[in-house]
C-alpha cells in the first residue's frame, strides 16, 4: 500500500511563496488521488509488492493496456509529488553547499547556470509536466523536464530526480494563475537544499 510522505510542515507554512489553498489542495486532493488511483490499479494488475521505483522502471511488463497506463500516470504522480513536497520547507531557499554546491559547478556551471536551464524547462513544458534535477551513480547531474506525471526513471535514464519542480497549474494557478515564471521564482525561496543534498548522496553512493 503506497501512502503519501507526511508534510514536515503546515499548509501555509510556505506563504507568500506557496499559498495555503493550494499546498491543501495539491496534497490532500490531487496527491490522495493519485495514491488512491495507484493503489487500486497495482491492485488490480498483481504488482501491489513492487517498490515505487522498480514499478515506474518496468512499466513494460505490465500486459495490460489500460492498467499501464493507469499506474504511469498515477503511479507518476505518486512518486514526483512525494519528492516535490518533500523537497519544499519553510526553512528553505538560499543555495546548496558541499558536493552538491561542487557537483552543480562542475556539471552545470554554477548555482545561477543551473536556476537559469531549470526555470526555462519549467517555463518551456509545453502543457503540464515537471522540471528536474537529476544525478546517477557516478554523481553526475543533469536537468531535464517531462510532460504529464512522467519522470527520468519512467524515461528509462539511469539519472534519478533529486528535486521536482511541478509546472503544472494545479500548483500555481490559484496564486500566480497565467505567471508560472512568478511561481517559479518563488519556488527557490522554498526548496530544501539539505534534502536535495540527502538524495543527490544516496543516488551517488547508491
Ligand atoms: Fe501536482
Redesign the pocket.
Known amino acids: 500500500m503506497f501512502k503519501q510522505v507526511e508534510l514536515s510542515y503546515a499548509y501555509d507554512a510556505l506563504e507568500p511563496h506557496i499559498d495555503a489553498l493550494t499546498m491543501e489542495t495539491?496534497y490532500s486532493k490531487?496527491h490522495a488521488a493519485y495514491t488512491n488511483n495507484l493503489n487500486a490499479a497495482v491492485e488490480k494488475a498483481g504488482v501491489a509488492d513492487k517498490d515505487i521505483v522498480s514499478l515506474l522502471g518496468s512499466l513494460d511488463s505490465i500486459s495490460d493496456e489500460a492498467l499501464r497506463g493507469a499506474i504511469r500516470n498515477n503511479g507518476g504522480g505518486y512518486y514526483n509529488?512525494n519528492l516535490y513536497f518533500a523537497g519544499l520547507s519553510p526553512n528553505g531557499g538560499g543555495q546548496p553547499d558541499g558536493e552538491l554546491a561542487a557537483a552543480i559547478e562542475k556539471d552545470l556551471g554554477g548555482f545561477d547556470a543551473f536556476k537559469d536551464a531549470f526555470g526555462k524547462l519549467g517555463i518551456g513544458r509545453f502543457g503540464s509536466g515537471w522540471a528536474w534535477l537529476s544525478a546517477n551513480k557516478e554523481g553526475k547531474l543533469q536537468v531535464s523536464s517531462s510532460p504529464n506525471q512522467d519522470n527520468p526513471i519512467i524515461e528509462g535514464s539511469d539519472y534519478v530526480p533529486i528535486l521536482g519542480l511541478?509546472v503544472?497549474e494545479?500548483?500555481y494557478y490559484l496564486k500566480y494563475k497565467n505567471l508560472r515564471a512568478d511561481y517559479i521564482q518563488a519556488f527557490y525561496d522554498v526548496v530544501d537544499w539539505k534534502f536535495v543534498a540527502e538524495n543527490y548522496k544516496n543516488v551517488k553512493n547508491g
Do not use: M
Request: no cysteine; aromatic share 14%.
Open positions: 495539491h490531487h509529488h511541478d503544472w494545479h500548483a
